[in-house]
């Protein structure tokens, strides 16, 4: 590498894979390799964004914190969810997509050398970023049993240290849709008050869950409300993967140094997509929308895990991926990705890169094929094998 920040930041390998089944051209490859979905957007931010094509100020990087209806409409979003009441004016700003307000997040909030607690396995773009920032990753390995995954709460907060910039939790995460709730943020609040971190929220995938229950939001728990950073996205939810649009919410001295970050990073996000993200997160709809949509997603989760019945796949509470423990297999995620792909027709990300524990996990999506094809999944996973 060029520059030392690069030294450790190996990619994600998601691209390498849909690189690879694009230029194969062929229709029966099953695509479980990238967080796409072919569920359609809300049709009113459709609409929007058809209007803004023909609206002059959306044509413009003004305002750089984001359009006050998109603003507005994401605190009070966050509001509803959290229990809080935010200000848009000063406790919100709008990002290009999630990962860019969690970069300028990170930022914002880690001096180099500065730890960042995060659960194992977990995304490697959430990894790198933290590194391109000068922090250091801290680990709390997560377990899987039948149920799915867990992590230990009293284990997550002895991870927070003096050392510890912030903690950077997301739920349901990605790739292993583990879940996190009340107890997580109780040990977390006294572990953070202690220490003086932050605590960065992902909330992406929040309302994604497969157990019928509301999002668990840290900032609902009192004594984390004045240290967490919420960071949105409309990419899955909403299913606006394309409009490149997020929003970051949290107290206003925070938010102030995050707005300099963003003026000084990405600038702006989308004018073209703002008012069609303001438009789903306001629909009376909303709601349902998501909850349909979700309904979905489990039932394609469920066709997998029912395809996948004699492999060690693990179940996740929500989102739109699941990781096979490879290690059963006596195969790396490495070789059964290849042999998916060579054999069977399959695209799958091995999660190399992916925490510390990344390398034994082939993470397969199920948000972006119907139902009729995974059906197909057990007799290709055979012939794979």
């Not at 979905?37 to 049709?43: G, K, S």
């Not at 391109?132 to 709390?140: E, I, N």
């Not at 960071?231 to 394309?242: D, Q």
């Not at 306001?282 to 029912?306: K, M």
Request: charged content about 20%; some cysteine; aromatic content about 6%.
């Amino acid at each position: 590498m060029t520059v030392t920040r690069l030294r450790d930041i190996p990619g994600i390998g998601v691209d390498a894979i849909g690189d690879a089944a694009d230029a194969a051209g062929d229709p029966e490859f099953l695509r479980l390799e990238n967080l796409d979905t072919d569920l359609r957007p809300p049709a009113v931010a459709l609409a929007a964004t058809h209007a803004a094509v023909d609206a002059d100020p959306a044509n413009s990087y003004l305002p750089f914190q984001g359009h006050r209806s998109l603003r507005a409409a994401a605190t009070a979003h966050v509001g509803r969810i959290s229990g809080r009441s935010y200000d848009p004016d000063t406790e919100c700003v709008s990002v290009a997509g999630g990962l860019n307000g969690i970069l300028n997040t990170l930022l914002a909030t880690v001096e180099p050398g500065q730890e960042v607690v995060l659960c194992d396995p977990i995304y490697a773009g959430l990894v790198n970023r933290v590194r391109l920032a000068g922090g250091v990753p801290r680990f709390v390995p997560a377990e899987h049993t039948a149920d799915g995954w867990t992590v230990d709460p009293e284990r997550l907060a002895a991870a927070v240290g003096p050392g510890t910039a912030a903690v950077l939790m997301m739920g349901p995460a990605m790739p292993t849709g583990l879940v996190l709730d009340e107890r997580h943020w109780s040990a977390l609040a006294d572990a953070c008050e202690r220490h003086d971190a932050w605590l960065i929220y992902d909330a992406a995938m929040e309302r994604l869950r497969f157990d019928g229950r509301p999002p668990s939001h840290p900032a609902a728990h009192e004594a984390l409300a004045r240290r967490t950073i919420t960071v949105g996205s409309a990419s899955k939810e909403l299913r606006l993967i394309g409009w490149r649009v997020g929003w970051v919410v949290g107290p206003a001295p925070i938010m102030a140094d995050i707005r300099l970050v963003g003026l000084t990073n990405v600038v702006c996000q989308v004018g073209l997509a703002q008012q069609a993200v303001a438009a789903a997160l306001d629909a009376p709809d909303a709601e349902a929308d998501v909850a349909a949509a979700t309904a979905e997603w489990q039932r394609r989760c469920e066709t997998v895990l029912d395809q996948l019945a004699g492999y060690p796949a693990i179940r996740p509470h929500g989102g739109w991926s699941l990781l096979i423990d490879t290690r059963p297999l006596e195969l790396t995620a490495a070789d059964l990705s290849r042999r998916l792909f060579d054999r069977a027709k399959i695209a799958a990300t091995p999660m190399d890169g992916w925490g510390p524990s990344g390398e034994h996990y082939l993470r397969m999506v199920f948000a972006n094929e119907p139902v009729e094809r995974l059906t197909a999944l057990g007799d290709r996973f055979r012939l794979a094998l």
